[in-house]
């Protein structure tokens, strides 16, 4: 059974940081898919950043990208996403899921089987 577990969320001031790990455990082989989504108030969810564990493929939306970094630790199986630059249009709650995917370094939800519970990262201007 694989599980997703989120960390690191908070609360800070525009032009702060924030780090999210996503721990994943049940997968026995990496080559799988791990992607942070976000969904703020009354929006629809978003496809922030997505590795490909196996080869270390990694994609960012437009919106992050030169903001946001994508790390992974293969011995703990964890993805990290670093987060600089925040923005308070960065606030959302994050979303980590796995999975087998469908097109390569896809955001598209359905290729994603597996989901975290979610972690909250609010920036106040």
């Known amino acids: 059974q694989v599980q997703l577990v989120e960390s690191g969320g908070g609360e800070v001031q525009a032009g702060g940081s924030l780090r999210l790990s996503c721990a994943a455990t049940g997968y026995t082989y990496s080559n799988y898919y791990l992607a942070w989504f976000r969904q703020a108030p009354g929006k629809e969810r978003e496809g922030v950043a997505v590795i490909y564990r196996s080869g270390g493929n990694i994609r960012y939306a437009d919106s992050v990208k030169d903001r946001f970094t994508l790390s992974q630790d293969n011995p703990k199986a964890t993805v990290y996403l670093q987060m600089n630059s925040l923005k308070p249009e960065d606030s959302a709650m994050y979303y980590c899921?796995?999975?087998?995917?469908?097109?390569?370094?896809?955001?598209?939800?359905?290729?994603?089987?597996?989901w975290g519970r979610g972690t909250q990262v609010t920036v106040s201007s």
């Open positions: 899921a796995a999975g087998y995917g469908g097109g390569w370094l896809s955001f598209r939800e359905a290729d994603f089987r597996y």
